[in-house]
Structure formats: structure tokens, C-alpha cells
T-cell receptor, first 114, second 114 residues
Framework: DGGITQSPKYLFRKEGQNVTLSCEQN?????MYWYRQDPGQGLRLIYY???????QKGDIAEGYSVSREKKESFPLTVTSAQKNPTAFYLC?????????????FGAGTRLSVL | QKEVEQDPGPLSVPEGAIVSLNCTYS??????FMWYRQYSRKGPELLMY????GNKEDGRFTAQVDKSSKYISLFIRDSQPSDSATYLC??????????????FGKGTHLIIQP
């Protein structure tokens, strides 16, 4: 099955802890994205990457970090500096050659604070 | 003024009704227009994609773009309870990825009453 796999589905973070959300895609897409979704806020871009070993900050990057060591993988770390991490996190990918930058999404990870 | 405006709803209609969902936008450079459907606690899935102005039909769904009015619509005919979800509009200026890849509306929550 081609698609985007996010894990885990649910994640709990303790005070002062860093946690990492996994995102893997087998669509051979070059670009990958992380969004945060809060009720009534819509989708907000955290980080994006257009090629391996390169990534850029989105609108709300503070308190988050990413890496892109492989084309298929784009993990997101929620650091202890992110004071309000409770949200639904979505990973997406797109082909650089697709018209209009159509993005395909994973099923999401719901992060809560203990 | 926000770049993409979308009424959050909820919009509640009886089963079998025609549903009209809409977005307005301010950036006249947008050329590519998409509608995503998001079920509760799931990732968004691409429903419709159109380039420039005009209509596009796919089964019970019709997407309409009026660039002169900066207004896009999604019509759902013969609505079913399974259509109950949040519908997000999205649009982009150009092809390829990047931070300006997609601009999302905040989504309209649709409820189809059996």
C-alpha cells in the first residue's frame, strides 16, 4: 500500500521531556511537511523539507525540531521548549512535479501532556 | 483580512439534501484549488482538485471556481450520513513544494442528519 504512515497514533509527554513523532512515506515524494491542528485553528505549518538534508521553518517552528536524513522519513521532535504541545500533528508529502502542490496526509498523531 | 476564509459551521442538513460549501480568498495569484475531507481524528484526504476557473464533477461532488469573485464552492448531491466530516479548502499559487505550497481554510464541519 502506498501512502504516509505516522506513528504512534497516540503519544503522551511528561513535563520536560522531548518526544519524537515518526513519519514515513513510500510515495517517492520529494517534499514533506509537518502541521499542527488545534480546534478552531485550522492547519498550521511547523516545518517543511523539499529535499534530503534540507528543511525550513514554517509559521510555528519554535519548540520543534526535524531531520531529513532519508527521502522516505521526516521525524518531528517536540522539545521541552514547546510549552503547549497538546494537539493533533499531521505529516504530509507532495511531489515537486505535481501541479498545485497537492499534499497527501498521514492519519495523524495525537499528543497529550501528562 | 485572512488569506482564505471559510465558515466553520457546523452546517447541519437532512439526508438527501444538496450541500454547498464555500471559501473566499484574497490572493488573486492562486491558481490551484483543492477540497479535502477530514473525518474526526483522521488525516485529511484529497477530494477534489481544480486548476484555474470552471467546474469539475466527480460522482456526487462538484467543485466550482470563480476567480473573478475569488470564490470557490464544493457541492454535494444526495448527501449521505457518511458525508459528515470537516471539509477543508486549500489553494496554491504554483506547482511544487515549499512554505507557500498550500494555504488552507480552517474547515467547515458538516453534519448530515439521517
Amino acid at each position: 500500500d502506498g501512502g504516509i504512515t505516522q506513528s504512534p497514533k497516540y503519544l503522551f509527554r511528561k513535563e520536560g521531556q522531548n518526544v519524537t513523532l515518526s513519519c514515513e512515506q513510500n510515495l517517492n515524494h520529494d517534499a514533506m511537511y509537518w502541521y499542527r491542528q488545534d480546534p478552531g485553528q485550522g492547519l498550521r505549518l511547523i516545518y517543511y523539507s523539499q529535499i534530503v538534508n534540507d528543511f525550513q521553518k514554517g509559521d510555528i517552528a519554535e519548540g520543534y525540531s526535524v531531520s531529513r536524513e532519508k527521502k522516505e522519513s521526516f521525524p518531528l521532535t517536540v522539545t521541552s521548549a514547546q510549552k503547549n504541545p497538546t494537539a493533533f500533528y499531521l505529516c504530509a508529502s507532495s511531489s515537486q512535479t505535481s501541479g498545485g502542490n497537492i499534499q497527501y496526509f498521514g492519519a495523524g498523531t495525537r499528543l497529550s501532556v501528562l | 483580512q485572512k488569506e482564505v476564509e471559510q465558515d466553520p459551521g457546523p452546517l447541519s442538513v437532512p439526508e438527501g439534501a444538496i450541500v454547498s460549501l464555500n471559501c473566499t480568498y484574497s490572493n488573486s495569484a492562486f491558481q490551484y484549488f483543492m477540497w479535502y475531507r477530514q473525518y474526526s481524528r483522521k488525516g485529511p484526504e484529497l477530494l477534489m482538485y481544480t486548476y484555474s476557473s470552471g467546474n469539475k464533477e466527480d460522482g456526487r461532488f462538484t467543485a466550482q471556481v470563480d476567480k473573478s469573485s475569488k470564490y470557490i464552492s464544493l457541492f454535494i448531491r444526495d448527501s449521505q450520513p457518511s458525508d459528515s466530516a470537516t471539509y477543508l479548502c486549500a489553494m496554491s499559487v504554483r506547482s511544487g513544494g515549499g512554505a507557500d505550497g498550500l494555504t488552507f481554510g480552517k474547515g467547515t464541519h458538516l453534519i448530515i442528519q439521517p
